[in-house]
T-cell receptor, first 115, second 112 residues
Framework: GESVGLHLPTLSVQEGDNSIINCAYS??????FIWYKQESGKGPQFIID?????DKRQGQRVTVLLNKTVKHLSLQIAATQPGDSAVYFC??????????????FGKGTHLIIQP | EAQVTQNPRYLITVTGKKLTVTCSQN?????MSWYRQDPGLGLRQIYY???????DKGDVPEGYKVSRKEKRNFPLILESPSPNQTSLYFC???FGQGYGYTFGSGTRLTIV
């Protein structure tokens, strides 16, 4: 079946630098995408989402970019802080394929912030 | 505060002893779901429910049961737990397909 994947399992960045976390998806029917942050010992936390009729969406210090041509999703975190250390994973939603209710999660990228 | 609450947070128990993990949400969400998270395997869906009295199997339902008698509650039942069910479990809820899930804080289950 189709699945959501991530390019890198671990990403190490200097505090203050910008971080870019990537996600590739293969289900062309996916129409909604979400980025989650999971800190150690906690449940996944919603960061930002984007629907397929958009190619960019901005939040506070975070930006999600969607490139439907190459089926690629990215999360940009500006001015990375120690509190940004976590596992980040993307999820896609479609009415065909994916998880039992249409939602498929990637396996995650561990973002490590170097002082 | 809008949240998904699951209990217990931690449980160590023995093989074969029935257990229930409770889950409750206060956001009037239609969808509820249970996931297990294992190293290297990510989040895998166990069961989900689209409404009261409607439940469906996810990707890894074997060894688990659920019920949805009320909109806010979605307990996960392990009738005869085995060591391969040792995992981190998350309950989640959402407004429906096309919306993201809100997750609980997790339940660390250890079956010995």
């Amino acid at each position: 079946g189709e699945s959501v994947g991530l390019h890198l399992p671990t990403l190490s960045v200097q505090e203050g630098d910008n971080s870019i976390i990537n996600c590739a998806y293969s289900n062309s029917a996916s129409d909604y995408f979400i980025w989650y942050k999971q800190e150690s010992g906690k449940g996944p936390q919603f960061i930002i989402d984007i629907r397929s009729n958009m190619d960019k969406r901005q939040g506070q210090r975070v930006t999600v970019l969607l490139n439907k041509t190459v089926k690629h999703l990215s999360l940009q975190i500006a001015a990375t802080q120690p509190g940004d250390s976590a596992v980040y994973f993307c999820a896609e939603n479609s009415n065909s394929g994916g998880g039992a209710d249409g939602l498929t999660f990637g396996k995650g990228t561990h973002l490590i912030i170097q002082p | 505060e809008a949240q998904v609450t699951q209990n217990p947070r931690y449980l160590i128990t023995v093989t074969g002893k029935k257990l229930t993990v409770t889950c409750s949400q206060n956001m009037n969400h239609e969808y509820m779901s249970w996931y297990r998270q294992d190293p290297g395997l990510g989040l895998r869906q166990i069961y989900y429910s689209m409404n009261v009295e409607v439940t469906d199997k996810g990707d890894v339902p074997e060894g688990y049961k659920v019920s949805r008698k009320e909109k806010r509650n979605f307990p996960l039942i392990l009738e005869s737990p085995s060591p391969n069910q040792t995992s981190l479990y998350f309950c989640a809820s959402s407004f429906g397909q096309g919306y993201g899930y809100t997750f609980g804080s997790g339940t660390r289950l250890t079956i010995v």
